[in-house]
């Protein structure tokens, strides 16, 4: 396998915002992180942990007070300097899906919508038609494209948000919980077309999630706790952790939980398994080393 570069670069960053009485409210709190080209990160963490402020960093709607950030292996941001062209070179290549449906979408035709973003960069309108067909069909919404956006259903907004991205072909899609106000069917659609971006196209992706089995699909989990990294590695190392999850109050997917349990109660198993079907054989094994089932 060929070494990985960073696609993006933390370091040292820190973010204060400040509140209606003048004081500073510190976001984040001196983070670094690499994020490899082509990798799937999740990212958990509390209300207020810093996770949205940290997509808004990386898509430069704000800049760091300390520290820099790095796009592929240039300095695109630190403390107090922003250069326009390198922003929106920075947000072509950084896409980000918000987590409301109803803001993101500013057309009234659904591939006029998709068609918003390439218009912006000056596109050629022969491209941006095929751009669009192009994005539409990636997110399955292709006889939607002359459909009105606002009478889809909230997983359908969402994937046409998401071909608006895909039309300024990105390199990274950051997702501010953009499935939180979905329901489950809405949900798994839009994971599908995440999990498909990533593999089948080599997009980045950073996925802010609240929801544990959403983040166990990515490649690496990276915990937010008060602005700072608490924890850093992939969904087996990070759900293993079950105790130290718990003490920053953060659940673990509800299969891990069970087989730590049922770990505390005495059998051994693996830690870390969030899979139902690993799951599973993990206890069998174990029964059936205990001597305990037979068949
Ligand atoms: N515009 C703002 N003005 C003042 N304080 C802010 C502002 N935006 C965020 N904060 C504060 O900065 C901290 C980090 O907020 P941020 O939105 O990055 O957290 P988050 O992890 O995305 O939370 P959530 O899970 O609720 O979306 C919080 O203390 C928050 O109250
Ligand atoms: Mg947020």
């Keep these: 396998m060929s070494a990985k570069k960073p696609i993006i670069e933390i370091k040292n960053v820190s973010y204060s915002y400040e509140s209606i009485d003048g004081r500073r409210i510190s976001a984040l709190d001196g983070i670094s992180l690499s994020i490899e080209r082509g990798s799937f990160v999740a990212v958990l963490g509390h209300n207020g942990s810093g996770k949205s402020t940290l997509a808004k960093l990386l898509n430069m709607i704000l800049t760091p007070e300390k520290g820099e950030i790095y796009f592929d292996g240039e300095r695109v ?4 300097d922003i250069d326009e062209n390198v922003m929106y070179a920075v947000r072509r290549r950084v896409g980000m899906v918000h987590q409301n449906p109803d803001n993101q979408i500013v057309a009234t035709i659904v591939e006029e919508d998709v068609a918003f973003g390439p218009e912006n960069l000056g596109i050629p309108p022969q491209e941006i038609r095929d751009r669009v067909d192009a994005a539409l069909a990636a997110v399955g919404m292709t006889e939607y494209a002359r459909h009105a956006p606002h ?3 909230g997983g359908q907004k969402q994937r046409v948000a998401i071909a608006g991205i895909l039309a300024m072909m990105p390199e990274c899609i950051i997702f501010d919980e953009s499935t939180a106000m979905l329901d489950p069917s809405g949900r798994a659609e839009v994971m599908e077309i995440i999990k498909k971006l ?3 196209r080599n997009i980045t992706i950073i996925l802010i999630t609240h929801d544990m089995m959403e983040a166990a699909m990515a490649d690496r989990i990276v915990i937010l706790n008060d602005g700072r990294v608490y924890a850093d590695g992939t969904p087996q190392e990070i759900f293993s952790q079950v ?4 003490a920053i109050k953060l659940d673990v997917p509800e299969t891990t939980a069970f087989m730590y349990e049922l770990s505390s109660l005495g059998l051994t198993l693996p830690r870390g398994v969030f ?3 690993e799951c599973a054989e993990a206890v069998a094994a174990a029964l059936f080393a205990a ?4 068949v």
Aim: proline share 5%; no cysteine.
């Design 243 to 246: 105790d130290r999850m718990r």
């Design 151 to 153: 009478r889809l259903s």
């Design 198 to 200: 990533n593999k089948e």
């Design 77 to 80: 941001s630190g403390p107090g």
């Design 275 to 277: 899979n139902v079907r």
């Design 291 to 294: 001597g305990k089932v037979r």
